[in-house]
Structure formats: C-alpha cells, structure tokens
C-alpha cells in the first residue's frame, strides 16, 4: 500500500491539513521529520483510524473529521472520501457512494485494505496503542485456545478440532518485539525491506537467535506431563504443530533446560528459504507461549 495523498480537515493538531507523498514503482518508505508537536504521530493515528474504522462501526463512529486519503494498492488506484459519515469510493474507474453501512461491503468485497498492518511505537503519548492493545490481547488468547485445543484433540479422537490459526491484521510493535521484525526480514526471502536493511543500515546476515521459553508458564496454560524433564518434547510437539519446518532447527538450537526455562540458539533460519512473513508467524505464534528472543 502506498498513501499518494491524505487531506483531514479539523482534528486535533490537523487543521486544513493536506500532504502528498512521494512515491516510486516497485514500493518505498516514507519518512517523516519535524519538531516535537508538529503533527506526524496524529497523522499516522488518523491513517490506522481509518484503515480500522472499515472492520470497526464502533470506530467509525468516532471519527468525527472530514478526510480524503488517496492510495495505490494491488495495482489499483483508489481514493476514499468521507464527510459527515457519507462516503465515495473510488477504485479506478469504478465508484460506490453512500452510507458507512453500503461503502462498507463495498470495500471488503474489493479487498482494499492490506491484509497485514503493522504499527510501532509512537513515542512517549504512546497513541497508536489503545486501538490495537485489544486486538492483540484477543490474538494471543486466540493462538493459545487454538494450542490448547491442538493438544486435547490428540488425547481425545472424539474432540472436534479445525487445525487452524486466527488471522491477525493488524499488530501492534513496541521496542521489544524489534528482534523477532529483523529476525524474519533478514532471514527470509530477498525483498525490498531486506534490502534496505542490508545497504542503508548496513545490517549483515543474522548469526544466531538466542531465544529462551518459560517451560513453567507454558505447563500452567497446557498442563503437566508434556514438558517435564531437561529435554522440552512438549514444546517440539507443539511447534511441529505451528509450523513442522522450524521443529528440527529448534532441536538443534537446543542448548539447554534450567529453573524451569529452556534456552534454545537458533542458527540457519535462511536456509529454510521462507519468506519473512511465514518466519514471523513462526516467532509470533511461539511468542503465545511466553517466549524471549534475542537477536545476534
């Protein structure tokens, strides 16, 4: 998704505001620069509104600005504007207008939207938090139910069980969780971000990941019996489940069990030839069970 230009008329700090971006085929970054109070972080919180306020009414209705936001996305151009909760969409050469309700279908039946966004700390008001802290609390109760079920079907043929993960769109990053994004982009597939980490950072190849699981808090969420002793089987068996093409390289990063934690040195990520996204799962999904990572 590349934003082409955003105009909000009153909100907050955003009067008469109106900003094109540059942007280039092929994808781009965009950087923003100015004094403390000049409005980015508001920016960027008005965008992630109105990228939530079409999977949430109760969003939307909190919207109480004008705005048009122009951008491109999966080779289409498109241009929403809204003022008093009335809307035109216009996709190409196509338009719909209308209601909240109408525009709505209209944009999740187009696919619109990108189907992952990813918002990081914004700073010491931390403002982008309160609209996504809730979703990824759901996330992780989500991943952990699904886990839990996992394990209950294998002891029990009787319990219905669909093998499938919640899909998350939107997540949000605090300056913690910055290893497990560079773990998954310099471990996966060659792609822009990749590059860009490699040239203008100049971040070399991931050595190793030092990751270490809380086997006691993991056995208070699936039980007693799977994760007992120095070699964490349980915790394979799981991760086999999550993605069976990480279980051997967690075998052999294992380095070893103490104080109820086990402590893991993860080495050849790359070599499994994912892209960062699948990679990403695989430290999200893990993260559920109450993981540290660092990066080296």
Known sequence: MQIKRLQIDDYLCLVDFDIVFDTVSGGSS????????????????????????????AIEKQIDYSYSMEYNYAQKAVCIVQSNHNYRITVDDVFCEGSYKRVRSFIQSHSLFPQRIIAFYSGANNKLLPQIEQINKSYVRQCRNTLVRFLKAMNDESERFLPNFPKRKYNYCDEGMTPIYLASILCGQ????????????????????????????????????????????????????????FTDLLRRGLLYSAMGKSYFEIKGIEKLGLDSIAIFRIFLRNYTLCLMLDLR
Not at 31 to 56: R, Y
Not at 192 to 206: M, S
Request: hydrophobic share 35%; with cysteine.
């Open 190 to 245: 060659e792609s822009y971000e990749q590059n860009y980490l490699v040239d203008a950072c100049h971040f070399d190849e991931v050595q190793c990941v030092d990751m270490a699981i809380n086997i006691d808090k993991v056995e208070g969420v699936f039980g007693r019996g799977r994760f007992e002793g120095d070699v964490p089987t349980g915790l394979y068996y799981l991760t086999d489940f999550i993605d069976h093409r």
């Open 30 to 57: 965009t950087i923003l620069i100015g004094e403390n109070g000049a409005g980015k972080s508001t920016m960027i919180e008005c965008i992630l509104n109105i990228l939530m306020s079409f999977d949430s009414p």
